[in-house]
């Protein structure tokens, strides 16, 4: 038992490593394809929509459910590795890629959200600890292409999308071969559409789902436009910055923090660090032009560094609110109407900094952000 959750771990980190992989190559890829300024946006929320359609999917015809949830993320690992290895494939038009990005996206519905309920088969204690691993897991994963990049910036950009891909893979089988079906694994209710209206009515749910959409407006805005905003920086200052492994330290070291939320959720109400968190993230939002404005590089990379510690910390809190604060019968159903909410906003805030991304500086971009978590923390008090 003791190798579970490492494995575990392990597999959810190579596996989500393919979500950001195409945003890690855009720069090159958009060179070689003459994409417009505005494909950063359309490139994530094309993961973001087949991610939200794949949830919904999966619940619905609750795949993990009727089917051994190992063999689900197997399945998934393979074939949103087919999906990520498709883009680099010779004359491609950009809508070619978004299909393909939104086949990644649907599949990692088998992966992420999957992997958590693997973790719940076998732990019904220290759910929080063990949300808080996954969740780092997936922060890691997310961040990793950019290291690949940073480390093969010598290399085609398509070595990028094997190395991921080939990682996917490898994620599966580590889940097949060493983590069979869960001790605690139960057959759960059909979904129910209604349980949306009931669940919502419960006033800690509901507090809870909102502060996890406030955060959720604010992370993966974050994420995808972080490297738009060092580039900014470093043209304005006529510095020169090895932006993808920059990228990789500031959004990697958020899985530290989640990790470390995780066991601080031990001894700490969960509640408390969410609300901590998400009013950090929020004060960076707020002050973020005026470090973006000064010279010091050092004030620049650590306050983005601790930025990117604050705004994944809520993320395994706001998880475990939201389950302990559903209904035992429909659990896995509300969490799926969180989730899929939760990225539909990402995919909104996206959209908006891609709108306004050409009218405005890049280093006023990050103050829309501060939206998110200022709504989350007012309606997350009232609960």
């Not at 959750?5 to 989500?16: D, G």
């Not at 890629?97 to 990644?104: A, D, M, P, S, V």
Request: proline share 4%.
């Amino acid at each position: 038992m003791k190798h579970i959750l490492p494995v575990i771990v392990i597999a959810q980190f190579l596996s989500t490593s393919l979500w950001f992989a195409g945003n890690a190559v855009l720069g090159d890829m958009a060179k070689d394809l003459d994409l417009s300024q505005e494909y950063l946006g359309h490139l994530t929320s094309a993961v973001q929509i087949g991610f939200i359609s794949g949830t919904l999917v999966f619940a619905i015809l609750t795949i993990a459910d009727k089917f051994s949830p190992s063999w689900v993320f197997l399945a998934s690992s393979l074939i949103a590795s087919a999906f990520n290895w498709a883009i680099s494939m010779q004359g491609l038009s950009g809508l070619e890629i978004l299909i393909f990005r939104f086949g990644t996206g649907f599949f990692l519905a088998g992966i992420y959200p999957v992997g958590m309920k693997i973790a719940a088969d076998y732990f019904q204690k220290g759910l929080g600890k063990s949300l808080g691993l996954l969740v780092g897991a997936l922060v890691l994963g997310t961040a990793f292409p950019h290291l690949v990049r940073s480390l093969t910036n010598e290399l085609p950009w398509r070595f990028v999308i094997y190395t991921t891909s080939i990682l996917s893979v490898l994620g599966g089988l580590l889940i097949i071969i060493f983590v069979p079906n869960g001790p605690h694994r139960k057959k759960s209710q059909a979904f129910d559409f209604t349980v949306f209206f009931k669940v919502f009515q419960i006033k800690t749910f509901r507090a809870a789902a909102l502060g996890y959409f406030g955060h959720m407006w604010e992370l993966y805005a974050f994420w995808a436009f972080v490297p738009l905003v060092i580039k900014h920086y470093g043209d304005s200052h006529n510095l020169q910055f090895d932006i993808p492994f920059m990228a990789f330290c500031i959004i990697g070291i958020g899985g530290l923090s989640c990790a470390m939320g995780g066991f601080l959720s031990e001894n700490f109400p969960p509640k408390t660090i969410a609300k901590t968190a998400l009013g950090i993230s929020g004060i960076c939002c707020l002050i973020s032009p005026l470090i973006f404005s000064q010279g010091s590089i050092l004030v620049f990379l650590l306050f983005l560094m601790c930025w990117g510690l604050a705004v994944t910390a809520d993320s395994p809190m706001f998880s475990t609110l939201v389950a302990q604060n559903s209904p035992d019968s429909n659990k896995g159903t509300a969490l799926t109407i969180v989730n899929s909410i939760g990225f539909g906003i990402s995919v909104l805030s996206i959209q908006l900094l891609n709108v306004l991304n050409p009218v405005i500086e890049p280093m006023y971009l990050f103050l829309i952000l501060g939206i998110g978590p200022a709504i989350g923390l007012f309606y997350f008090k009232k609960g």
